[in-house]
C-alpha cells in the first residue's frame, strides 16, 4: 500500500490485541515493524508469525531508557525508523471515592508518561530526518467525561491535547512530522482485563460483550492513517461500532 512498504513502525503493546493485530496489518502490507511489550513470550510468538519483517525487544513504556534502546535495535535491524504506533496503556477504572490511588499512577506511567517517553526516543530521529509519523491510540474517553473513571479519562485527555499541540509546533517548525489521534470506541483486547473485580468492571463486560468490535478495526485504521500522502495528516480518527451510543 501507498506509503507503508518497506517503511519501519515501531508498535508499543505489541504482544496482544490493537498492537499485535496492527502490527500484523502493517507487515502484510510491506512494513516492517519493531515490537516492544513487558511479555517477552507473547512479543516472540507476533515475531514469529510476521517472520522477517519483525523485531522484538522485551521493553516498559515507563521506562525512558527502554524506549531508546527500542529505536536503537530498529536502526540496527532495519536502519530507520518511519513512524511510531504509541499504544501500550491500561484501564484499571474504579471510582475516585474509592482511592486507589496505586491503580491512578499506574496509568499516568503508562498511559501518559508511556507515550511521552516513546515519543521523545523517536523524535530526534524524525527531527533530523525532516519526517515521520506519531500516531497516538487514545479513546472515546479522551473525547468525553465518563463516570468511573475519571483518571483513565484524564490520562487520554492528555494525550489529545499534547499531541495536537504538538502537532501545530511541527508544522511552526518546519519539521513534517505528521501526527494522529485514534480514539477506539469498546474493542475486544485485555484491556479490561486491567479493571480489578467490582461494579464498573461488571457494567463495562456487560457493555463490551454488546459493541465490542475486533481490533482489526483499529489495525486498518493505522494502516489508513500511515497510507496517506507524505502532504496529508490524517490527525482524529474516531472508530466504534454501529451500535455504541
Known sequence: MQNVESKVF??????????????????KNGAKVVLSARRESRLKDVAATIGKNATYLKSDVADADSMKEIVALAKSKFGKVDAVFANAGIMPGSRMSELKVGDWMGMIDINIKGVLNTISSVLPEFIAQKSGHIVVNSSIAG???????AIYCGTKHFVRAMLDSFRTESVMEGTNIRTTLIYPGAIRTELLNTIAPSDTKTIVE?????????????????????SQPQNVDVSDLVVRSINEQ
Open 206 to 226: 456487560e457493555f463490551y460483550r454488546n459493541v465490542a468490535l475486533k481490533p482489526d478495526a483499529i489495525a486498518n485504521a493505522v494502516l489508513y492513517a500511515v
Open 143 to 149: 473525547t468525553k467525561c465518563v463516570p468511573g473513571n
Open 10 to 27: 515501531i508498535i508499543t503493546g505489541a504482544s496482544s490485541g490493537i498492537g499485535e493485530e496492527t502490527a500484523k496489518v502493517l507487515a
